[in-house]
């Protein structure tokens, strides 16, 4: 049992746990994520680790409430357990000194950027930070952003906060002055991370982004989480979650990412209250 030590809700529906792991908390690195069960019927549920205290033993989790089984973690409280949580699972970010990286996060995906962004920060690299929401409300992790960038560009679709805009908007400025640029990591939404590779491909920037494709059981063995990386069949748990961003079917992807849709609907519709999934 893995007990919750603190909660807090960042915004509409996204939620903060820190989390008694010291096993995961000693060994995870940036990048790294673990699969969770809320319960022994409950869904496994894959969540990227936000950040890790080696001192308390605690890692955070940051999740947004789209789906039964989020819902259900959702409303776990402070001192309440976790029945299973496995990991650190996958690939840890290749940290080295590059230069000038850019690192976009957009809507929930801020929160597995931030660990990536300070050990760049730490490295040794010029840290220019992009994040973005539909509006200011849904803006996480501003405050820890801009502790761990030289420059923080915020963008909101609506305007309410910063650029109205896309979150690649800044990126393309950003190309448009001539300023060197030595590596994008990008991660969020799908069609997001593609826009993001469409924009670096034509100059040839090294672009990485971070998968969280459908997965089970983030061993390579169910095969939940296959993409197609530079036409080879990849398995987002064990040969990422980190790719090329320029190497990946983004259109399979999202096709992927569709096939579950109406078993989504419908489990929304019974409000996360009954075990029919």
């Known amino acids: 049992m893995y007990v919750i030590e603190k909660t807090e809700e960042l915004s509409q529906g996204v939620k ?20 969770l069960r809320t319960d022994e019927d409950g869904e496994r549920i894959p969540l990227t680790i936000a950040d890790f205290n080696r001192e308390t033993g605690t890692i955070t989790l940051i999740f947004q409430e789209v789906g039964c089984s989020t819902r259900q973690l959702g409303r776990l409280q402070a001192g309440q357990a976790i029945l299973d949580v496995a990991g650190p699972l996958g690939n840890a970010s290749h940290i080295d ?16 950027v931030y660990p990536i962004a300070r050990a760049y920060r730490e490295a040794g690299n010029k840290v220019v930070s992009i994040i973005g929401a539909r509006n200011e409300s849904l803006l996480i992790l501003e405050k820890e952003m801009a502790a ?8 909101t679709d609506d305007g309410s906060k910063g650029h109205k805009g896309m979150v690649i908007d800044p990126l393309k400025s950003m190309i448009a002055a001539g300023e060197k640029i030595d590596l994008v990591i990008a991660i969020g939404p799908v069609v997001m991370m593609r826009g993001v ?5 034509p100059y040839g920037i090294k672009t990485i982004v971070s998968l969280n494709p459908i997965m089970v059981d983030g061993t390579g ?9 530079g036409n080879t069949n990849k398995f987002a748990c064990v040969d990422g979650p980190e790719f090329d961003a320029h190497q990946v079917d983004f259109t399979g992807l999202m096709a992927r990412q569709r096939m579950y849709l109406e078993h989504e609907k419908e489990e929304r519709k019974c409000g996360g209250e009954c075990s029919c999934h």
Do not use: N, W, Y
Not at 148 to 155: A, C
Not at 221 to 229: L, Q
């Open 16 to 35: 903060s746990f820190i989390v008694k792991a010291p096993r995961i908390a000693k060994k995870c690195q940036p990048g790294q994520f673990i699969i």
């Open 97 to 112: 000194k590059f230069g000038t990286v850019v690192c976009i996060g957009g809507g929930i995906g801020v929160a597995p």
């Open 148 to 155: 761990v960038s030289d420059i923080l560009h915020v963008t």
């Open 197 to 201: 590779a469409e924009v670096t491909r």
């Open 221 to 229: 063995m169910c095969g939940g989480c296959r993409v197609s990386v």
